[in-house]
């Protein structure tokens, strides 16, 4: 017997969502359960794409399961928040220590958890667009109003500090910096950073500075941490090893206090309020933060030739062949955001285009209009997999463009001949 009683959600939830696994991916699975040939270009897990872990990080959570069992503090083991701050020290915070760093099942709880401690009913919080979408989802259920500020493309996806400061009303709370950023694969520079510092500084608000691809960086380009630019204004650093050592299935991540003492004190005890709440992080896990930062084994993937660089370059190269594609090349993260141009093809809206993609090519990737307000066009596609699965994913991209075509057939390798542009495994030139 079916009940009459309907369960109404909370209204809290309305109009939050995480385009990363919504209804588009559930189909995915469908599809794939079904026998249908899907590959799937929506998650930056590292371990769906067959990149190993870290073996030492893995070796060192197996050494101690024995003694993980009970709760450890509620902020974390002295030793892991010791070795973060260490390790933030070494980035040039001078000032974080240990009792600065709270440890958590990954960002995604932290971030969450410091927003709650942030805001109150319809404060505001400047979030970039595009955005990584648990900033925004986060920032709505801890009762506040995100407000998108533009990164813009021509400007190689940099944001302007002029626009953060004209967004700035009287309920702002705090500004999202998401460095490198996902899903734009951008790496601000210095001076902008320094300019959204400024903002936060004249203004009296918190940085949230979401460096979690700090340690994925290309081309020789350097990562500056937000807190260096502003040692004097309240900033929480989040990073963890769900992407430096490529096990985001343990969940560990953390934050950094800087700039906080004093003036931001209440707030600190907000947080150790809520820390408390969830009694602690995932213990197995926090065995492994000390040997995870003294290991460096992501330069080896994204130094020329390295896994990482190789896919990123191979999947920008093949994307840059079909016409009326632009995608501003990665300099950091594991990300590319191409635009498809308006007027060369007959395309409906992002979640229409992803949708038919899907459908029609099994190929499944993330609508630019699931990350924020960005113009049209968008999609974001991670560069993880092996270079034959980029090849083929991009095939069936064209192939689906050629479709819709508003001109006719087009001549380039991938309309003619979608296969012609196999991987052979080593760099090629970029085509200009
Ligand atoms: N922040 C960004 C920008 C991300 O891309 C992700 C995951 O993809 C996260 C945070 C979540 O990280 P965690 O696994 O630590 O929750």
């Keep these: 017997m079916t009940s009459r009683c309907h369960v109404h959600p909370s209204r809290k939830l309305s109009g939050i969502s995480y385009s990363l696994r919504g209804p588009l991916a559930s189909q995915a699975e469908r599809m794939r359960a079904a026998g249908k ?53 070494s980035k040039g915070l001078d000032s974080v220590q240990s009792g600065d760093v709270y440890l958590g099942n990954g960002v995604s709880e932290l971030a969450p958890l410091c927003l709650h401690a942030l805001l109150n009913p319809r404060d505001q919080v400047l979030i970039p667009a595009p955005d990584y979408p648990m900033w925004t989802a986060s920032v709505a259920m801890a009762g506040g109003r995100p407000v998108h500020y533009r990164c813009d493309e021509a400007s190689n996806w940099y944001p302007d500090p002029g626009d953060i400061a004209r967004k700035v009303t009287d309920r702002t709370r705090a500004i999202v910096v998401i460095n ?54 309240p900033c929480l650093t989040f990073g963890g090893l769900s992407k430096r050592s490529r096990i985001p299935g343990y969940r560990m991540g953390w934050l950094a206090l800087t700039g906080c003492r004093g003036p931001a004190s209440d707030y600190v005890t907000a947080l150790d309020t809520l820390a408390t709440l969830r009694l602690c992080p995932n213990v197995p896990a926090q065995r492994a933060v000390e040997t995870a930062l003294h290991l460096d084994d992501t330069t080896a993937l994204t130094a020329p030739g390295g896994a990482l660089c190789l896919r990123r370059d191979h999947l920008w190269r093949l994307l840059a062949g079909i016409p009326g594609v632009r995608t501003v090349k990665p300099q950091g993260a594991f990300y590319v955001f191409p635009r498809i141009t308006a007027g060369q093809y007959r395309l409906g809206d992002d979640e229409r285009l992803a949708a038919d993609l899907l459908h029609e090519e099994g190929l499944l990737v993330v609508p630019g209009s699931g990350l924020g307000p960005v113009p049209p066009g968008h999609l974001r596609m991670v560069t993880l997999p092996q270079p034959d699965v980029l090849t083929e994913a991009v095939n069936r991209l064209a192939r689906f463009l050629e479709r819709r075509c508003i001109s006719g057939p087009s001549t380039t390798n991938h309309g003619t001949s979608p296969k012609a542009r196999s991987h052979s495994g080593k760099e090629r030139r970029p085509p200009r």
């Excluded at 872990?53 to 002295?78: E, F, I, N, T």
Aim: hydrophobic share 40%.
């Design 37 to 89: 040939d899907v590959i799937a270009l929506n998650l930056g897990d590292p371990a769906v794409y067959g990149l190993p872990p870290a073996r030492k990080v893995v070796q060192a959570v197996r050494d101690h399961l024995d003694h993980s069992c009970g709760y450890s503090s509620a902020a974390g083991l002295p030793d892991a928040r010791d070795a973060v701050a260490r390790h933030y020290r």
């Design 180 to 233: 490198p950023n996902n899903p734009t694969g951008a790496v601000w520079p210095g001076e902008i950073l320094d300019g959204i510092a400024d903002v936060a500084r004249r203004h009296d608000l918190v940085l949230l500075a979401d460096e979690i691809y700090a340690d994925f960086l290309y081309d020789g380009t350097r990562h500056t941490p937000l807190a260096t630019c502003a040692p004097d204004v």
